[in-house]
């Protein structure tokens, strides 16, 4: 079955019962600004939370994250509590302030500067401080504090999201053994030899499986963590998937996450996206060329070194494209006061620069870099009129652009290049897969997409939308559900 609100909504109703749905993680789904015309709300841009959103607001429940607009606390009442979305409330959002001091030590310290780079094999260094370890366990039993506020006396189902919150089951269970956790892992699991660098390493394993069930991407990761537990006193049943420890089952399962297919629809049919693609298209100076894109955050797990490499290496080899092929590489800057994420930038933007001063004609450069944060329909204009998307990924759980992407090519148009170091090349067998350090192939497969007949391009989109169509985000959240066994 293709599952979507209606039937997320009863599976929801008739799994939970009457346990209280609470989803955590760090980044809240909206964010209250400051505008003209007084405090303006909107979605944020990851897609994690845009996907979560629509579970939400199908089901309801309260959403308990990290309040990082400059007008947040504007809007809450006293129990910093404030109903979503603000033109059709659907869910409340339970907002945990956090000091500098904390988000710079549980944030940008032990989770970006440690557990990230531990956890994608992109060759970046993990720094594992004792103060940001502090910080992290802090922020941790803060959350906590929250979660069990809102739960009250009640039964409850609490979704945590994402590493960020690796100790937060342990403290939970510690306070309500009787409490339903579940979490999911979004980026990929080590092997065990990489993660026992980790000098919390044990402590971390022991939050995780403070939880019921325990979720990531691909059955791969899931090995690994399996694989991974060994060094902490725990009994491992390879043939279940499960670990034990203490006398309390935690699953181990793969859950490919995904997007809400439908909703994507819904706004790629609006008539001003095709007006602003258009806009676009002339706003960057495209005429009739090949239009190539990327959209991500700047992360150097991206692999957007590797594909401006690429770019270069193609118009090397097909001297013939050269001023005929554009590429623009959207996204924010990210996480730019850590020293690894500075150099990145800085790195990229001198690389563009180099390849655009190498072939750059009158009305034309061959990479158009635009740095600055776009509103999901300014993404789904650019998906439209772009002939290529190209994911060049280091590692990564996922990837939920390729699967907008997907979505958005209504008449099965256009080429998908992704790297087969994401979790989505599992799923999307149909894109042309690369390995973004062959960096001749690469740019061998970017020919092979300009030039791919409409009819295989036809063929390999319907094939791919198809897929997407079917693994939707509420097809995920059903899975999910389903293989928790306390709350048969």
Same mark, same amino acid.
């Given at each position: 079955?293709?599952?979507?609100?209606?039937?997320?909504?009863?599976?929801?109703?008739?799994?939970?019962?009457?346990?209280?749905?609470?989803?955590?993680?760090?980044?809240?789904?909206?964010?209250?600004?400051?505008?003209?015309?007084?405090?303006?709300?909107?979605?944020?841009?990851?897609?994690?939370?845009?996907?979560?959103?629509?579970?939400?607001?199908?089901?309801?429940?309260?959403?308990?994250?990290?309040?990082?607009?400059?007008?947040?606390?504007?809007?809450?009442?006293?129990?910093?509590?404030?109903?979503?979305?603000?033109?059709?409330?659907?869910?409340?959002?339970?907002?945990?302030?956090?000091?500098?001091?904390?988000?710079?030590?549980?944030?940008?310290?032990?989770?970006?500067?440690?557990?990230?780079?531990?956890?994608?094999?992109?060759?970046?260094?993990?720094?594992?401080?004792?103060?940001?370890?502090?910080?992290?366990?802090?922020?941790?039993?803060?959350?906590?504090?929250?979660?069990?506020?809102?739960?009250?006396?009640?039964?409850?189902?609490?979704?945590?999201?994402?590493?960020?919150?690796?100790?937060?089951?342990?403290?939970?269970?510690?306070?309500?053994?009787?409490?339903?956790?579940?979490?999911?892992?979004?980026?990929?699991?080590?092997?065990?030899?990489?993660?026992?660098?980790?000098?919390?390493?044990?402590?971390?394993?022991?939050?995780?499986?403070?939880?019921?069930?325990?979720?990531?991407?691909?059955?791969?990761?899931?090995?690994?963590?399996?694989?991974?537990?060994?060094?902490?006193?725990?009994?491992?049943?390879?043939?279940?998937?499960?670990?034990?420890?203490?006398?309390?089952?935690?699953?181990?399962?793969?859950?490919?996450?995904?997007?809400?297919?439908?909703?994507?629809?819904?706004?790629?049919?609006?008539?001003?996206?095709?007006?602003?693609?258009?806009?676009?298209?002339?706003?960057?100076?495209?005429?009739?060329?090949?239009?190539?894109?990327? +959209?991500?955050?700047?992360? =150097?797990?991206?692999?957007?070194? !590797?594909?401006?490499?690429?770019?270069?290496?193609?118009? %090397? *080899? $097909?001297?013939?494209?050269?001023?005929?092929?554009?590429?623009?590489?959207?996204?924010?800057?990210?996480? +730019?006061?850590?020293?690894? =994420?500075?150099?990145?930038?800085? !790195?990229?933007?001198?690389?563009?620069?180099?390849?655009? %001063? *190498? $072939?750059?004609?009158?009305?034309?450069?061959?990479?158009?870099?635009?740095?600055?944060?776009?509103?999901?329909?300014?993404?789904?204009? =650019?998906?439209?009129?772009?002939?290529?998307?190209?994911?060049?990924?280091?590692?990564?759980?996922?990837?939920?652009?390729?699967?907008?992407?997907?979505?958005?090519?209504?008449?099965?148009?256009?080429?998908?290049?992704?790297?087969?170091?994401?979790?989505?090349?599992?799923?999307?067998?149909?894109?042309?897969?690369?390995?973004?350090?062959?960096?001749?192939?690469?740019a061998d497969t970017i020919k092979r997409a300009l030039e791919m007949s409409p009819k295989e391009r036809a063929r390999r989109m319907r094939r791919m939308r198809e897929v997407v169509k079917r693994n939707n985000i509420y097809r995920w959240v059903a899975k999910i559900i389903g293989s928790l066994r306390k709350l048969s």
């Amino acid at each position: 079955m293709v599952w979507d609100k209606e039937s997320i909504k009863e599976r929801v109703k008739s799994r939970i019962g009457e346990h209280k749905f609470i989803i955590v993680s760090n980044r809240e789904p909206y964010v209250h600004t400051y505008g003209e015309d007084g405090v303006i709300c909107s979605s944020t841009i990851s897609g994690v939370a845009i996907a979560l959103d629509s579970v939400m607001q199908a089901c309801g429940g309260i959403w308990i994250a990290h309040g990082a607009g400059e007008a947040d606390k504007d809007v809450v009442d006293s129990n910093d509590r404030v109903q979503i979305p603000p033109d059709n409330p659907k869910y409340v959002l339970r907002r945990i302030w956090l000091s500098k001091e904390e988000e710079n030590g549980y944030y940008y310290g032990f989770a970006n500067e440690g557990l990230w780079p531990l956890s994608h094999l992109a060759y970046t260094r993990p720094f594992f401080r004792e103060s940001d370890w502090n910080i992290y366990r802090k922020v941790n039993e803060k959350f906590a504090h929250a979660i069990l506020e809102e739960v009250g006396d009640d039964q409850a189902f609490v979704f945590i999201q994402d590493y960020h919150f690796a100790l937060l089951p342990r403290i939970l269970r510690k306070s309500r053994p009787d409490l339903v956790i579940a979490q999911f892992w979004h980026a990929p699991w080590p092997s065990r030899e990489t993660f026992r660098i980790c000098p919390w390493g044990e402590e971390i394993l022991d939050g995780l499986l403070g939880n019921d069930l325990l979720g990531f991407h691909i059955r791969y990761h899931c090995q690994n963590f399996l694989d991974t537990a060994q060094i902490i006193e725990a009994k491992i049943n390879y043939e279940k998937a499960s670990v034990t420890r203490g006398g309390r089952e935690t699953l181990i399962r793969p859950f490919p996450i995904s997007i809400d297919f439908e909703k994507t629809v819904n706004i790629v049919k609006q008539p001003e996206i095709e007006e602003r693609g258009q806009e676009l298209r002339k706003k960057h100076r495209l005429k009739d060329r090949f239009v190539g894109i990327g +959209i991500e955050r700047i992360d =150097y797990i991206k692999g957007i070194l !590797e594909r401006f490499k690429a770019i270069d290496r193609f118009f %090397e *080899k $097909y001297p013939e494209y050269i001023g005929r092929f554009t590429f623009l590489q959207l996204g924010p800057i990210s996480r +730019i006061h850590l020293p690894e =994420y500075k150099s990145y930038n800085d !790195e990229m933007y001198h690389l563009a620069v180099d390849i655009n %001063e *190498k $072939y750059r004609q009158k009305d034309w450069e061959p990479i158009v870099v635009i740095k600055s944060r776009l509103s999901r329909k300014e993404v789904i204009s =650019y998906y439209r009129l772009a002939d290529v998307c190209i994911i060049s990924s280091l590692h990564e759980g996922m990837n939920l652009v390729a699967k907008e992407f997907v979505t958005s090519r209504l008449d099965n148009s256009g080429v998908l290049i992704l790297s087969k170091f994401t979790g989505a090349a599992r799923e999307l067998e149909e894109a042309l897969l690369i390995n973004p350090f062959a960096t001749d192939r690469f740019a061998d497969t970017i020919k092979r997409a300009l030039e791919m007949s409409p009819k295989e391009r036809a063929r390999r989109m319907r094939r791919m939308r198809e897929v997407v169509k079917r693994n939707n985000i509420y097809r995920w959240v059903a899975k999910i559900i389903g293989s928790l066994r306390k709350l048969s």
